[in-house]
């Protein structure tokens, strides 16, 4: 993966305010209970119990500070479209420099929601006592100092640079999701294709009789050998002074070569079609002409393998293709 899409699935979500802010809530309180617990004692007590605790945390600290939250939040969103940000670098480098893009928006995010949280605040704490000299001097005036910033400054980055890094991560796992969903089906589609071209790929049965010809030959792959009908082969052919048969199940290399196998194999079902080819009758899917007097032979493997064949050599095998036992499908598409 180069680079991560931008979604911000979850910085779109209102629901992912208020999920980060009881998560904040909830550590604060079970912080503040920890280490002052015959305060926090005291101040249930002076609020007349427990629900009335709850109801001035309620008041004064969660439903204010959504109201925060959502604003930055609503910033955070509204910066990356101003900025035209769909995309960052999959490494540490990029998303350092695309995050460090956003610490100005969340230290100026304070002008933006302050008014609103100290509003809301005001209408819950004062009801129903509203007096506009209070909201405008202890609400309004009084919040816009240098204590009060830097009171909300690290929480507002904390929460900030936690929305963005949760979206992020989101947006990773999800595409990264996606991807894998792809490969999977691309995977299924690929199996379903050489199931498809393994099925029009009929070898013969080995004859019950004997035969003249050669019907088995050893085989030697990664795992080991084995004894496989020659049938079975698409082709065999020589690389690097190694003789392979390519078959069904997989590659092996074998210990004849192809001049041996071209007189061991049976000629009405094996040709050898150019000096380092020998293809099976069943294996051919179609050629055509290619250029410089030269054709191409596909054949029915899994990633239809192509053999480049000069013209005074297809004159042969055009007329050994023609030698079919009519009796059986045609394989080859004579263009």
Known sequence: ??????????????????????????????????????????????????????????????????????????????FHRIWNIHSVEYNWRSIYKYELRFLPVLLFAFLAFNPGTQTIRFILESFPN??????????????????????????????????????????????????????????????????ALSETFSPPPVPATPSPYLSYIKGKSNLGEIDFPVNEAYYFTVEDRFYYAETLKERYMVSKTLNDL??????????????????????VLHYSYWENGKYIVTLNTPDHHKIIVPRVRMHEFREWLQGRDASKPEHANLL
Not at 8 to 16: A, G, I, M, Q, V
Not at 41 to 63: A, N, T
Not at 262 to 283: G, H, M, S, W
């Open 130 to 195: 509203y007096s506009w000299s209070n909201y405008w001097q202890k609400y309004i005036l009084h919040t816009f100092t240098w204590t009060v910033y830097f009171k909300y400054l690290f929480p507002v980055i904390l929460i900030g640079y936690i929305a963005m890094n949760v979206s992020l991560l989101q947006d990773y796992l999800k595409q990264r999701r996606e991807a894998q969903e792809a490969a999977e089906a691309e995977a299924a589609e690929a199996s379903q294709k050489v199931l």
């Open 1 to 78: 993966m180069k680079e991560i899409q931008i979604r911000r699935d979850f910085l779109k979500k209102p629901f992912s305010s208020l999920i980060i802010l009881l998560c904040i809530v909830g550590l604060i309180e079970a912080v503040s209970w920890s280490i002052g617990y015959k305060l926090k004692i005291k101040i249930v007590h002076d609020e007349g119990g427990i629900l009335q605790y709850i109801g001035l945390i309620i008041r004064g600290l969660f439903l204010p500070e959504l109201f925060t939250l959502f604003i930055t939040i609503t910033l955070l969103n509204l």
């Open 262 to 283: 071209e007189t061991e194999l049976d000629p009405t079902q094996f040709f050898r079609i150019k000096r380092d080819y020998i293809v099976n009758r069943q294996a």
